[in-house]
Every structure is written in structure tokens, then in C-alpha cells.
């Protein structure tokens, strides 16, 4: 299923390594027997091929061995995983790095899961298609000083200058004599060592690598998890531990009024009933507070909390109605708002358009709705608190444990589990600080869980957005004009009073980075208020830039009578790399240089050709078929996707194939890059046929899968085809978990158009073309 | 009190009887490879077989679960090596792994009544168990595998 362009295919075996880490994570990382000893850490960004934004991040990078690896006296190699495994592999692929770095044979390596601690191990937030992008050097640098230790522990028990043995396979062989020794009986001397100066450490050749992009290593957890012993946040149990489940204010910004818990306490199992507190909005991950109820397990408490009478205060949320709201955003769509990146001068090229076309898009609020819902727990007791919890950034939530419970750094423990899916969610630790809370008051271990209901109508929603985009010809049909207003709450009113504007890291992404040759390009936000928490989805704003960008491209090839691929490919322009940040307010790269991840419309032509090859665009068709192509630089990396559907004649769509081409510069684990890809297709289908949260009085309309439907085996497409672009170690990593969801929609909608020359302009399609 | 035999072990819980099977097998058999997705039988990442049927253990009251054999995840097979394991393994199907218990218990349940499915008889079968990471083409490839031996 995988091809990799230019270079012919590469092989993605599926061969199995049981190595799993077993709840090693539970026994605390790395405890003994390890390398531990003067951990000097590399300088910070210590031989850098690329430059990446991984330093601005809060504790940046770190590289040393002592801090990632440790050896027993059998051999056995332990890495640490820092980063959250939320599906990417991740947790997978940075200690493959190490491993193969490091010249160690996977089947004898382990991996551990670090607790939150980024003193100690650099940034942890696990977002933005960043564990690769900011730690593909730092691992490799790990591995190298790792091996060169082990190399220095053999040549001085030989008395041989280093430069004679080599780490080949989990030993140090000498060159000369043949001799050689396992990592095991080199551990002890090797640990000894201090970290070598990053001027001694000498990366491998990339040709040399053993695992690095082959894709033939499993995933770490693969036979826990299909045997039920892999641990996720619910997993966990502590004697005496509580079981909660708490009700929260059904609008925003109201609190508890009064409750009476009389009818819940009289339920077998429940125990007590407490009030949880409540931080005014906004407040970052604080939790929205509420009424708790403790029981002797979790489906008691629920049952308890079904039988809880609530007063709540009242909110200046409980206006938000999501149908008025859409009509406001459109009204505001239609007049100037602020302008946020101006090239050129789209009003005299508007003047003396001979034609001007134009579209309206909406994009609904949705939520992320992972499988496992919200869920952590904690004990917090003589001035401590440990924590079990599914986070994305175990660092932040430690951050935001020690602030909530006024604990110092080295009394939190945060132990992060396998996320079972996060897509965002768990960005923020609000569940974490609930059973922490909670802990705190009963002096107990407390679970607290959310259910279906809660992690729906408590979300910190994908914002919704009205997209207006006008184009400009001139008299031969040449596009000279460009105004695009983007209106949509921001996800910043989740950390500040609202701005009510779209900020840089929103607008950039998909709107302001336009990367077409035109001469007159205006962008400008509209003001929208937020009503509700705000958060950020997989692939974030580029979900609906890219639906309004990518839809209009298809819509102005129609009216010119114009292939979409071709059209799409002229408004790109010559490969050349496209730099806005002249002319835009604080274009935002994703946090990384600029100078390391231009605009290169090269590379983003190239996902374009190679996935229209592979997807044989232009193609004789059956009928009722028709194929959509859609192209985005998302965070980093060019991804470009042609869908086929097929429309029956009572309106049922369905996909029969899909093929997307990603260059996500030099790439670690093809094999989890595709069922990454495979997985945004299904995403990006539910995104463009189901996903909407609308709200009435400021209260969620949707509760559970029957309402809020998310894309079932039955109606996924039916093959999904991943091309990788081939590439060396000179073109950085940039990520995969993000980037594939943005253009499956456009795609998805364009080639509903060409099947049926019905336009979708508002998602989620639901029965707009059933007939 | 109710007694049923849980991965052939004879199991007692004396509280409401209401309680759903899925937080008996959770919170008080301390088998938690059975997960919680939805509480409304819509996700089946609670699958788990009664007597021999796959069900959603959420939607089994504990009061309906008395004097019948349930197996889960932790004992579909002794060694974790059942054919549908074996098959999600060699097909890499996993992402976040979460409703994969879930999606096993279905696939071995359908198997063991359809051992070689069509493709729309898979589908039909395996409709009610939402991946959210979309791992369907891997979950259809994996029966298949399962259902030919690997």
C-alpha cells in the first residue's frame, strides 16, 4: 500500500518485534541499572543539521544519553519515550532513532515512558506535528553520543585508540584483532563516562541506517494493545482509589448555584457527592467545576449523577445560538474587517476586474471526540500528588498541577499513559486538575471519568468559520485579484479576553501563507466573539482555509472552463519559494525558521504532479464517479490528496479510492507515516460528511455517537493510497499527524462536484445532495 | 448476589444490579482491556463475549449477566495469540490502540459464525466499532488475514 515517489517503492514489512514496554512506566523510568551518572547535557541544539523552533519551546531540546538511555549487564537497551503516544508512533519512532544511531539491535531495546518532567528531558508537548520536526536531531545525537561511549568503554579495555573499533549490532568490535564485546559487559564502564563534547560525536551515514526509513518496525505497544494489557488513563488502579464522575455547567461561564444530592446519595455504591471548583472563564485548562459524585465505581457514580438536582448560575452565554451565530459571521464576512496581509492593490485590481468571482464557506464548530474520553487519575496526599492521566503535554500539566494544587516542582508526578486518541483534546489537562482536585478534598486516590456526554458538550471546540474569498480577472481570464475574509472565534479566548479576532498562529495557517502568484492578494479577519471553549483540532485552521482555498480553485476552474489540477498548478506558479512576511502582520511558521521551512512552491507542485500521477487524474470515469484534488502546506509539510467518489442515484456518496502524497522532508517511520495518512482520510471524511456541534441557548445540541456520527467502516473509503516523497537527511523533518486531515474535505467536495456539479460551500455535507 | 464466570474464573458482585457489565469487568474484576467509549452501545469498544455472543458490555446489566460465561480481551486466548491477534499484528492495524479490544472481540466473534466473510458481510459485522484513527482498511485487511490463516 505504500510507494514512495522518485526513488521506486520502498518496503514496508510487517514483521512483529514483541519488545513491548510493558507497564514499565509504572515501575518509574529507567530505575536501575542505567547510565546514570555526571549527566552533562549536550549544548542545546548542539550540532544541528537545520535550525528548528524546538529551542523557543519551553526547555527546548535535550540530547544527552544519560538522561535517554540505559544499559543493563544482559544487554538489554532502555530508551526513554518523552514524547506522548496518542497513535502517531511516536513513542515508537524517536527511540527507533536512538537505537539505530547507536548501532543497537531493536529486539534487545525497550522503551520506557517518561513522566512529565521537561527540566529533565526538553519539551514534552506532544502538538503541532512536532516530535519528529524538533527531536529527529537531538535523538541522533543521543544515539551517536551513546554509541561513541560504549566505542571509548571497548578501545580503553583493549588499550586501542577509539578510532580502531566500531559499534556494529549491540557490540564494539575491534577492526584489527575481531575482538569484540556486547553492550552489556561495556554498560557499566560506558556509563562511567561523561557525555562527549558534541565536536567528537559523529553521526551515521544515513545509508548505514539499520530501521531509520524502512518502516519495518512495529509499534512498541502493538501486543499490548491487542491483548488488552496496554495501559490507558482509565487503566490504572490504586488501592482505596474513588471512582467520580462529575457534572458540569451545561453553559459556559455558569457555576453551581445550589444542588441536592439527596436522591443521588440514597443509590447503592454512591458515597458522597461534592461540589468541584470552577474558575471563572477564561482560564487556560482550569476546570470548568461543578457537582462530583464519588462511588464505589464508575458506573454507580454515573447513575448517581443522573439522580443529581442542580441550580447553576446564570451566563452571558446563554445566548449563543449556532444558527444566528453563522448569520452574523456571514454578515461580518461582507464588510472590511482588519487587514492581515496586503500585496499589491486589491481594490484598483478588483476596479478593473473584468470579472469577479465569488464564494462563501462555512465550517462548523465540531468536536474531537477521541475514543477514550477524558480521564486521569490522581492521589494527592502529605503534600504530594501523583498523577496518571492521558495528556498530550505531560510537562504542562505538570506546570499546572504544581500552580492549581501550590505545589513545588519536584512534589508532582504526572505518569503519562497511552492516549487512547487525542486529535487536541488532551492539549489540555482540565481532567487532570479535576481528579487532582478532587484527590486533594477526599484525601484519596480518585479516578474521575468523563463520559461520552461530557467530552462532547464540554469540549474545547474547533471554532467554527465563514470563509468569503473574491477573485479578480482580468479580460483573459487571468486571476490579478485575491481578497479572502476570514471570520471565526479565536482559540486565544481560551488564555486571554477574547480578541475576537483570528491571531497570527490562526490566520497563518492556510490563509495569510497563500502560496499563489498573484500580484494583489488581501486577507483580512472579522471580528466573531466566543462563546464557548475554544480549542484546536488536527490540522487546526487549515481545516477550513484549506476547505475555502482549495474548494475555490476547483469553482474558478469550473467557471473558466478549466482543468482544477491545471488551474491549481498556474495559481501556484514557478517553483520558487513564496515569502508573505513582508506584506503580512507577523506571519506565524508553525514556530520554526523561516529559513528552514520556506514557502517552496517546488515541493508543493511536486505532491500535486505525483499524486495526480498516481491517482491517474484525467482518467475515463463510470458514471456517477468524479475525482477531487486538493494541495496544502500544512504545518511543514506538502500534502496533496485526489479523491474518487462515487455518488448512487438516491444521493449516497461513497469513496472508493483516495491517494495522497505527502513530502514531509527527511521522514523516520514510513510505515506509521501511512496509517497516519490512511487515518486523516476517514478523519477528513468525517470532518466533510458528519462532524457539527450546534448549540441552542448556549447549551451543546449534540451528546453522543448517534448525534454527533463520526465515519463507520461501512462508508470509509475503500482504499487509501499513501505516496511518500523520497528524501535525504538535507531536507528537514517536518511532521505527520497534522497535515493529511486539511485537504481530504476540498478534495472530497470538489470531486462530489465534478460526480454530480452540485457544490458543497457548507460542511457537513449531511443530506445536502441526497436526492 | 450474582455469580458468572469471567475468563473461566467464577466471579460474585453483590451491589445494584443495574450496574453495566462493562464497570463490573473495569472498576471491580479488575480487567480494564475492556474499554469505555460512548455507555450507549454506539461504539463498541466495550465488546466482550456473553456465551459465546459478542455484545456491549455496556448495554448488559449485571442482573442479565447472571450464570453466563463472559470472555474479554484478557482471555480470548491464554497467550494473546488467537488468529484475529495474530492478524492485527502482522497487519500493524493499530494507532492509538484504543478501540482495538474492542474491534478483536467483534472480528473473533464473526469469524467463529462466518469464517471466510465477504467483504459486505464484514462490514456488516464490524459497523457498530468506531476507530476514530481510521484504521478501517487495516481492521477489513486484518479479518481477512484472520480468516486465512496467518
Known amino acids: 500500500m505504500t510507494h514512495i515517489g522518485k526513488n521506486g517503492p520502498a518496503s514496508v514489512s510487517a514483521s512483529v518485534v514483541e519488545n513491548v514496554s510493558r507497564r514499565a512506566w509504572l515501575k518509574g523510568v529507567v530505575?536501575?541499572?542505567?547510565?546514570?551518572?555526571?549527566?552533562?547535557?549536550?549544548?542545546?541544539?548542539?550540532?544541528a543539521a537545520w535550525k528548528t523552533g524546538a529551542d523557543a519551546m519551553p526547555h527546548g531540546t535535550v540530547s544527552d544519553p544519560h538522561v535517554f538511555v540505559a544499559i543493563d549487564k544482559d544487554g538489554i537497551v532502555t530508551i526513554v519515550a518523552h514524547r506522548s503516544e496518542m497513535g502517531t508512533g511516536s513513542k515508537t519512532s524517536l527511540p527507533m532513532v536512538v537505537a539505530d544511531e547507536m548501532s543497537a539491535d531493536w529486539s534487545r531495546c525497550r522503551v520506557v515512558q517518561a513522566p512529565g518532567d521537561e527540566v529533565k528531558y526538553g519539551n514534552q508537548d506532544t502538538d503541532g506535528s512536532r516530535s519528529l520536526r524538533h527531536f529527529v536531531q537531538p535523538?541522533?545525537?543521543?544515539?551517536?553520543?551513546?554509541?561513541?561511549?560504549?566505542?571509548?568503554?571497548?578501545?580503553?579495555?583493549?588499550?586501542?585508540?577509539?578510532?580502531?573499533?566500531?559499534?556494529?549490532?549491540?557490540?564494539?568490535?575491534?577492526?584489527?584483532?575481531?575482538?569484540?564485546?556486547?553492550?552489556?559487559?561495556?554498560?557499566?564502564?560506558?556509563?562511567?563516562?561523561?557525555?562527549?563534547?558534541?565536536?567528537?560525536?559523529?553521526?551515521?551515514?544515513?545509508?548505514?541506517?539499520?530501521?531509520?526509513?524502512?518502516?519495518?518496525?512495529?509499534?512498541?505497544?502493538?501486543?499490548?494493545?491487542?491483548t488488552g494489557t496496554a495501559t490507558y488513563g482509565a487503566?490504572?488502579?490504586?488501592?482505596?482509589?474513588?471512582?467520580?464522575?462529575?457534572?458540569?455547567?451545561?453553559?459556559l461561564g455558569s457555576k453551581v448555584k445550589s444542588f441536592d444530592a439527596s436522591a443521588a446519595l440514597k443509590i447503592h455504591g454512591v458515597e458522597k457527592v461534592i461540589e468541584v471548583k470552577g474558575w471563572d472563564w477564561p482560564a487556560k485548562f482550569q476546570p470548568l467545576g461543578g457537582v462530583a459524585v464519588i462511588a464505589r465505581n464508575t458506573g454507580m457514580a454515573i447513575k448517581g449523577r443522573d439522580a443529581l438536582k442542580v441550580t447553576w448560575t446564570e451566563?452571558?452565554?446563554?445566548?449563543?445560538?449556532?444558527?444566528?451565530?453563522?448569520?452574523?459571521?456571514?454578515?461580518?464576512?461582507?464588510?472590511?474587517?482588519?487587514?492581515?496581509?496586503?500585496?499589491?492593490?486589491?481594490?484598483?485590481?478588483?476596479?478593473?476586474?473584468?470579472?469577479?468571482?465569488?464564494?462563501?464557506?462555512?465550517?462548523p464548530q465540531f468536536a474531537h471526540a477521541p475514543m477514550?474520553?477524558?480521564?486521569?487519575?490522581?492521589?494527592?496526599?502529605?503534600?504530594?500528588?501523583?498523577?496518571?492521566?492521558p495528556v498530550q503535554s505531560p510537562g504542562g500539566t505538570h506546570d499546572d498541577l504544581c500552580k492549581t494544587l501550590g505545589l513545588p516542582y519536584d512534589k508532582v508526578k504526572v505518569n503519562v499513559t497511552l492516549l487512547g486518541g487525542a486529535f487536541g483534546r488532551k492539549s489540555k489537562c482540565d481532567f487532570a486538575l479535576e481528579a487532582a482536585l478532587l484527590s486533594q478534598t477526599l484525601n484519596a486516590p480518585v479516578r474521575v471519568q468523563w463520559t461520552r456526554e461530557d467530552d462532547i458538550q464540554h469540549d474545547f471546540y474547533h471554532a467554527p468559520a465563514v470563509e468569503r474569498?473574491?477573485?479578480?480577472?482580468?479580460?483573459?481570464?487571468?486571476?490579478?485579484?485575491?481578497?479572502?475574509?476570514?471570520?471565526?472565534?479565536?482559540?486565544?479566548?481560551?488564555?486571554?479576553?477574547?480578541?475576537?479576532?483570528?491571531?497570527?498562529?490562526?490566520?497563518?495557517?492556510?490563509?495569510v501563507d497563500l502560496p499563489f502568484e498573484i500580484a494583489n492578494i488581501r486577507c483580512e479577519v472579522g471580528e466573531a466573539a466566543a462563546h464557548s471553549r475554544t480549542g484546536w483540532f488536527r490540522s487546526v485552521r487549515n481545516v477550513p482555509n484549506t476547505f475555502a482555498t482549495q474548494c475555490f480553485v476547483a469553482e474558478l476552474a469550473h467557471e473558466l472552463g478549466r482543468d482544477p489540477k491545471e488551474m491549481l498548478l498556474e495559481l501556484i506558479g514557478a517553483p520558487r519559494i513564496v515569502d508573505p512576511r513582508k506584506t503580512t502582520v507577523d506571519l506565524w511558521n508553525y514556530g520554526d525558521p523561516f529559513e528552514t521551512y520556506p514557502i517552496d512552491t517546488g515541493r508543493l507542485r511536486g505532491v500535486v504532479e505525483l499524486v495526480a500521477e498516481k491517482a491517474g487524474w484525467g482518467r475515463n470515469l463510470p458514471a456517477g464517479h468524479g475525482m477531487g484534488i486538493a494541495v496544502q502546506r500544512c504545518f511543514l509539510s506538502y500534502v496533496a490528496t485526489v479523491v474518487?467518489?462515487?455518488?448512487?442515484?438516491?444521493?449516497?456518496?461513497?469513496?472508493?479510492?483516495?491517494?495522497?502524497?505527502?513530502?514531509c522532508g527527511f521522514f523516520v517511520n514510513p510505515e506509521r507515516i501511512v496509517s497516519q495518512i490512511e487515518g486523516a482520510a476517514i478523519m477528513g471524511l468525517t470532518v466533510a460528511k458528519h462532524s457539527a456541534v450546534t448549540f441552542k441557548n448556549g447549551v451543546p445540541q449534540q451528546s453522543n455517537f448517534n448525534d454527533y456520527p463520526v465515519v463507520r467502516i461501512d462508508e470509509a473509503p475503500r482504499v487509501t493510497n499513501v505516496h511518500i516523497v523520497q528524501n535525504g537527511w538535507d531536507v528537514p523533518s517536518s511532521g505527520v499527524g497534522e497535515p493529511a486531515t486539511a485537504p481530504f474535505a476540498p478534495a472530497f467536495c470538489n470531486a462530489i462536484f465534478a460526480a454530480t456539479q452540485k457544490r458543497i460551500r457548507s460542511l457537513p455535507i449531511g443530506d445536502q445532495i441526497s436526492l | 448476589m450474582i455469580t458468572l464466570s469471567v475468563n473461566g474464573q467464577e466471579h460474585k458482585y453483590d451491589g445494584d444490579p443495574s450496574l453495566p457489565l462493562l464497570w463490573f469487568l473495569r472498576d471491580e474484576a479488575g480487567l480494564p482491556?475492556?474499554?469505555?467509549?460512548?455507555?450507549?452501545?454506539?461504539?463498541?469498544?466495550?465488546?466482550?463475549?456473553?456465551?459465546?455472543?459478542?455484545?456491549?458490555?455496556?448495554?448488559?446489566?449485571?442482573?442479565?449477566?447472571?450464570?453466563?460465561?463472559?470472555?474479554?480481551?484478557?482471555?480470548?486466548?491464554?497467550?494473546?495469540?488467537?488468529?484475529?491477534?495474530?492478524?492485527?499484528?502482522?497487519?500493524?492495524?493499530?494507532?492509538?490502540?484504543?478501540?482495538?479490544?474492542g474491534q478483536i472481540m467483534q472480528a473473533a466473534a464473526l469469524l467463529k459464525q462466518t469464517p471466510n466473510p465477504t467483504d459486505e458481510q464484514i462490514h456488516t459485522a464490524m459497523a457498530g466499532n468506531i476507530c476514530r484513527c481510521g484504521c478501517y482498511q487495516r481492521i477489513e485487511a486484518a479479518v481477512r488475514t484472520a480468516a486465512t490463516g496467518v
Open chain 1, 31 to 47: 530505575a536501575s541499572g542505567s547510565l546514570i551518572v555526571a549527566a552533562s547535557a549536550l549544548p542545546r541544539g548542539a550540532m
Open chain 1, 139 to 226: 535523538m541522533r545525537q543521543c544515539g551517536a553520543a551513546a554509541r561513541l561511549m560504549l566505542e571509548m568503554a571497548a578501545a580503553k579495555r583493549l588499550g586501542v585508540d577509539v578510532s580502531e573499533v566500531e559499534a556494529i549490532n549491540h557490540e564494539v568490535v575491534h577492526r584489527h584483532s575481531g575482538r569484540s564485546f556486547g553492550f552489556g559487559e561495556l554498560a557499566a564502564d560506558a556509563a562511567a563516562l561523561p557525555t562527549p563534547a558534541p565536536d567528537q560525536i559523529r553521526l551515521k551515514d544515513p545509508n548505514s541506517f539499520r530501521y531509520i526509513g524502512t518502516g519495518s518496525v512495529p509499534i512498541v505497544d502493538l501486543f499490548g494493545i491487542t
Open chain 1, 235 to 251: 487503566d490504572v488502579r490504586l488501592p482505596g482509589m474513588k471512582y467520580a464522575v462529575i457534572l458540569r455547567p451545561p453553559v
Open chain 1, 315 to 363: 451566563s452571558p452565554h446563554a445566548i449563543y445560538d449556532s444558527d444566528k451565530f453563522r448569520e452574523e459571521m456571514l454578515a461580518t464576512s461582507r464588510k472590511p474587517g482588519k487587514t492581515v496581509r496586503n500585496d499589491g492593490d486589491i481594490d484598483a485590481a478588483m476596479k478593473s476586474a473584468a470579472r469577479v468571482i465569488t464564494a462563501e464557506y462555512y465550517v
Open chain 1, 372 to 389: 477514550e474520553p477524558p480521564v486521569a487519575t490522581a492521589w494527592v496526599h502529605d503534600g504530594m500528588a501523583e498523577v496518571w492521566a
Open chain 1, 469 to 511: 474569498i473574491e477573485a479578480a480577472l482580468d479580460g483573459s481570464n487571468k486571476v490579478i485579484g485575491w481578497r479572502h475574509r476570514n471570520v471565526a472565534p479565536s482559540l486565544f479566548s481560551t488564555f486571554m479576553p477574547d480578541p475576537k479576532y483570528q491571531q497570527p498562529l490562526e490566520y497563518s495557517m492556510g490563509q
Open chain 1, 644 to 663: 474518487e467518489v462515487a455518488v448512487d442515484d438516491k444521493g449516497r456518496i461513497s469513496v472508493p479510492r483516495v491517494e495522497t502524497a505527502i513530502d
Open chain 2, 33 to 101: 482491556g475492556t474499554k469505555f467509549g460512548c455507555g450507549e452501545a454506539l461504539c463498541g469498544a466495550c465488546t466482550v463475549h456473553v456465551n459465546g455472543e459478542a455484545v456491549r458490555s455496556c448495554a448488559v446489566q449485571m442482573s442479565d449477566a447472571a450464570g453466563k460465561t463472559v470472555v474479554t480481551i484478557e482471555g480470548l486466548d491464554p497467550h494473546g495469540n488467537h488468529p484475529v491477534q495474530r492478524a492485527w499484528r502482522a497487519v500493524n492495524v493499530p494507532q492509538c490502540g484504543f478501540c482495538q479490544a
